[in-house]
């Protein structure tokens, strides 16, 4: 049975539809906090349960005759949560349940030295499941193209983006990892342990994406520096917990040193095909 988890998130959901153009349904379950936003899979002939990293009890249940387990990591730290602690549980069940392989969603930037905290807990993960006894693979994406959206949407609305200095980032979009971790998950090719950076094609920074942005919106979006101490004042000003302003600062950060910035030709390779460019993705989305 393949399991995978967070199948009602963005790269899970398209993650269950890419696998199942490769199995059928009957092999597939999804672990998910709320089954009911899952119906169509269901529909579609794939197990769905109630799963939820909180609690190691449903997960057993929920991952019941797992084979080959596609945890996502968990967004915890978003919320104020330990998604290493998350992590840890998820592990834990895998090993009880003697799942042959576990293929964990990591980040282009793990290291226990980044200056991103999301890439610490990512290298911290990937320790773990070297000393779990478990086989596994870690798929080490680039960073979210939706992210570079989510991120510069009031910039981008305003014509005015304005934010501290960055760094050259290789975008890389849900569609492309969630076709190659299906790949990876149905066994088409074998990476034991981490896999090269899975990466668009191109590394942009802010100022790359203002000048996208501007043609296809038709209007002057400019670039404007920030000092890191103003961006800082000006989110606690806002509001921002201090946990959430530490991970966008070290966004800022790691970008600067470079955390981000490889391009890998290893997704193109498993894909058959070019990754999607900026210009595109940002054309479908911001059009
Ligand atoms: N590579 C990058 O640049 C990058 C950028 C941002 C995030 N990430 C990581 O990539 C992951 C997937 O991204 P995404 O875009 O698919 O995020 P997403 O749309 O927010 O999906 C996260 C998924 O995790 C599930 N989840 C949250 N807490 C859970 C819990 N306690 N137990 C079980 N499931 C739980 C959510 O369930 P619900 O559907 O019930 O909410 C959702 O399905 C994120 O969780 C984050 O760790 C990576």
């Known amino acids: 049975m393949f399991i995978i988890t967070g199948a009602t998130g963005q790269l899970g959901r398209k993650i269950v539809q890419n696998l199942l153009q490769i199995v059928s349904a009957e092999r597939i379950a999804v672990s998910v906090r709320d089954p009911a936003k899952a119906d169509d899979l269901a529909?579609?002939?794939?197990?769905?349960?109630?799963?939820?990293?909180?609690d190691a009890a449903s997960l057993r249940h929920a991952w019941e005759g797992a084979k080959r387990l596609l945890l996502v990591s968990s967004n915890a730290s978003a919320h104020g949560g330990d998604p290493l602690a998350h992590h840890a549980t998820a592990i834990s069940v895998a090993q009880d349940l003697g799942v042959e392989r576990l293929f964990y969603t990591s980040q282009i930037a793990?290291?226990?030295?980044s200056l991103f905290?999301?890439?610490?807990?990512?290298?911290?993960?990937?320790?773990?499941l070297a000393k779990s006894g478990l086989a596994w693979t870690a798929m080490r994406h680039g960073f979210y193209a939706d992210s570079a959206l989510a991120m510069n949407a009031r910039g981008f609305a305003s014509g005015s983006l304005v934010a501290p200095a960055?760094?050259?980032?290789?975008?890389?979009?849900?569609?492309?990892?969630?076709?190659?971790?299906?790949?990876?998950?149905?066994?088409n090719e074998l990476f034991d342990g981490p896999t090269p950076a899975l990466t668009g094609f191109e590394a942009l920074d802010l100022a790359d994406l203002a000048d996208i942005a501007q043609t296809i919106l038709g209007k002057p979006v400019a670039r404007h520096l920030l000092g890191d101490d103003a961006m800082i004042s000006s989110a606690e000003a806002s509001g921002a917990p201090p946990d959430r302003i530490e991970i966008m600062m070290g966004y800022y950060r790691a970008a600067r040193a470079g955390e981000f910035a490889q391009v890998d030709p290893t997704l193109a390779?498993?894909?058959?095909?070019?990754?999607?460019?900026?210009?595109?993705?940002?054309?479908?989305?911001?059009?």
């Open 269 to 287: 390779r498993l894909l058959g095909r070019r990754p999607q460019l900026m210009d595109d993705f940002m054309a479908e989305r911001l059009s």
């Open 166 to 187: 960055d760094g050259k980032v290789s975008w890389t979009t849900h569609d492309d990892l969630a076709a190659a971790d299906a790949m990876l998950l149905a066994g």
């Open 43 to 54: 529909m579609a002939g794939v197990r769905v349960r109630p799963g939820n990293y909180d």
């Open 117 to 128: 905290p999301p890439a610490r807990t990512h290298a911290a993960t990937e320790q773990m």
């Open 110 to 113: 793990s290291s226990s030295t």
